[in-house]
């Protein structure tokens, strides 16, 4: 990865006039001409948009009036996210042909950068999963082993990033869905703190988890895409009324001084290969002047079955909206009850049948109590103990995911797979900003280190991140 | 086996009865694959879900309205939400019409 520009450099080039937009997204386009037919990171793939948005770019960057450093970049962007006049499937039959009339706030601040989107990633359906497997239109493949998965459910995002057919992309990360794929697949995932980007025109999953988040190949490329994509939206009532920051002022200060705590559970949890990374990760930080200390979170282990009970009481709640009367899927029924229902059934699959009932089924009155108002208290509890931990620290080191990319033919049930959000969990419950950067590999396969931190304290995260990168 | 399992597990939605109640609450028609593999696998789900541990994190606190005024803002035009639907009537959504009144809920 080391040798291909990172994306703000192709910006530079760009206004250098060293290279066309135009030429650039041919290049990308080329690429994913290239990649596509194995690696199936892309649902949509918008073409004649794309070079027309280049040229766009082209005549400001022949004016010398570039929008922002990345104008005339192209990106990816995640099919749950909406886009004006591109269809956005949600990975689903439910939504197949659904073409949106306005585009997602954090799309639209894009474009208005001068950024070239490319297409619509894949995903697990409606974000639910963690390896793309439940993506109605097939499963994306891990960029280094197609016989092994990529993460999810951002992973077609993360597979365009690594596999260079994307310099940048947009996710979104309820419960890892940004950091998991971006671990296994070897790129920077960051999951901003809850409210720093809009969430308005992403298709909600859970609600108070989403956060749109973001894909890149350096942490200095991630700044520059939250720059862009940050700030105060009045579309979406969760957006924070913060003043605009650069990310990027601190990304070389490196981390002397800093006090980081080593996360215990984190260690237990993982596998080998994964805690040996996370200990030299550790190692490492020590030796560049951070203070290094152990931290336990006890809760951690009941985090998972918390955030499953409250986001499929969210997703139950959230996709009742999803009923074939406005918009997308429709099957026939006698009368309009029937035909919801039939429409709903046929649009869903699996999974999200399986979280919508077991939503459905906590929030009922028997299981209010002992499902869904304990889960609730523990995520009080959980953002308590890190607000807390975060007073004594300004950073907590914990993995990504407890393994490496596993294979397809490795058929798991959905308890082995909700595992896999083990250490991605706490930073979603408790809405703060976390960042996996790679660091380390098993046979080949990336290995992703985490950075939580305090709410707000991005450029931190990624300034952490930079610092650990360049000892790879 | 928790408080919360024995609740659980007593009428959960593995039991045939209560997984279609739950589904005909969710708007769902479950076909013959995917309620045996439901019921196969939601014992193991729930156990997982119910080893949540009560925890004490003091009174539920009382947040202060922080609800904004309604107020209309320019929107999408009736045309260009209706291209989406299915079928339309008259600058309408349009269903097909239900014979034997409402009842169902």
Known sequence: MAELPSALALGQSLRNHTCSARE???????????????????????????????????????????????????????????????????????????????DATAVSRLRAAGCVMLGKTNLDEFAMGCDTGSSAFGPTRHPLDPARVPGGSSGGSAAAVASWEAPLALGSDTGGSVRQPAALCGVVGLRPTYGRISRSGLTGFAPSFDQVGLLARTPADCAALLALTAGFDPLDATSARRPAESFADQLEAGVRGL?????????????????????????????????????????????????????????????????????????????????????????????????????????????????????????????????????????????????????????????????????????????????????????????????????????????????????? | MSAAERQLRGDGPQSPRRMEETARRANLRLNAHEREVFRAEFGNVLHFLASLQETEDGPARVLPPCLRADEARPSLSQEEALRCAPAAVDGFFALPEQEGGEEDG
């Open chain 1, 259 to 472: 006090r980081i705590a080593l996360l215990q559970e984190g260690l237990d949890e993982a596998g080998p290969a994964v805690r040996r990374s996370t200990e030299r990760a550790a190692a490492c930080l020590e030796s560049l002047g951070a203070r290094v200390e152990p931290l336990s979170l006890p809760f951690l282990r009941e985090m998972l079955p918390a955030y499953h009970i409250l986001t499929a009481a969210e997703a139950s709640s959230n996709l009742a909206r999803f009923d074939g009367v406005r918009y997308g899927l429709r099957a026939p029924g006698a009368g309009w009850r029937e035909s919801i229902r039939e429409s709903r059934s046929a649009g869903f699959g699996m999974e999200v049948k399986r979280r919508i009932l077991l939503g459905t089924f906590v929030l009922e009155k028997e299981q209010r109590d002992a499902c869904f108002s304990r889960a609730q208290r523990l995520r009080r509890r959980t953002a308590a103990d890190l607000r807390e931990a975060l007073g004594r620290f300004d950073l907590v080191l914990l993995p990504t995911a407890p393994e490496t990319a596993w294979r397809w033919e490795e058929e798991r049930d959905p308890l082995a797979l909700y595992r896999s959000d083990l250490f991605t969990v706490p930073a979603a419950i408790a809405g703060l900003p976390a960042v996996s950067v790679p660091f380390g590999e098993e046979n080949g396969l990336p290995i992703g280190v985490q950075f939580m931190g305090r709410a707000w304290e991005e450029a931190l995260l990624l300034r952490a991140a930079r610092t650990l990168l360049q000892e790879v």
């Open chain 1, 24 to 102: 650039l997204t041919e290049s990308f386009l080329a690429e994913i001409d290239r990649r596509e037919p194995e690696l199936h990171a892309f649902l949509t793939v918008s073409r004649e948009e794309a070079l027309a948005a280049a040229d766009d770019a082209d005549r400001r960057l022949a004016a010398g009036e570039p929008l922002s450093p990345l104008d005339g970049v192209p990106f990816a962007v995640k099919d749950n996210l909406c886009t004006k006049n591109v269809r956005t499937t949600c990975a689903s039959r439910a939504l197949e042909h659904f073409v949106p009339p306005y």
